[in-house]
């Protein structure tokens, strides 16, 4: 097995744009992943910029679509609420602008069912008597996963979970 060293001083533009297709191929990816990888592989300078720019040129990659596809799979998958794929989204090194198009892009009435169906299920596992500390502890849950503490209460009043 070659280490990443010796891969790096083989690989020429040519081929590292080759790697980097078959890389954004696989997966959608944000350009700061592709960067760091080119990077990772030797590549550095204007060969880097021209690769991303030839990548972007070719639509192996675009930042708007996978904003919308990591926002769509960590809220349909891992049920993540907006303020985690925000954050997430900012560790990826997508622009604002782009941030919020895609927490837009999630479904309004899906968000509030998510949220209240993940709140129903975690109130039927706590064995809280006192009201307020169970609150507190489905409060807790559910901002972990990334909701909004507003749209939290509002959930819970209206389930008569708190």
Not at 83 to 92: A, D, F, P, S, T
Not at 136 to 157: D, N, T
Request: net charge positive; hydrophobic share 40%.
């Amino acid at each position: 097995m070659k280490s990443g060293k010796q891969e790096a001083a083989i690989l020429d533009k040519k081929q590292a744009l080759a790697k980097a297709e078959s890389f954004c191929v696989y997966q959608e990816r944000s350009q700061k992943e592709v960067r760091y990888k080119l990077v990772e592989w030797g590549i550095r300078g204007d060969e880097l910029e021209e690769i991303l720019s030839e990548l972007i040129v070719n639509n192996f990659l675009n930042e708007e679509r996978f904003a919308k596809q990591y926002a769509s799979g960590k809220f349909n998958i891992k049920k993540w609420g907006r303020v985690k794929i925000k954050q997430g989204l900012k560790l990826k090194g997508i622009p604002d602008r782009l941030l919020q198009k895609a927490l837009y892009s999630i479904d309004e009435d899906d968000y509030l069912n998510t949220l209240t169906a993940l709140a129903e299920k975690k109130a039927e596992f706590l064995h809280e008597s006192n009201p307020l500390k169970r609150k507190m502890k489905l409060m807790s849950y559910l901002q972990g996963r990334g909701f909004e503490s507003e749209l939290i209460l509002v959930v819970l009043k209206a389930s008569n979970l708190n």
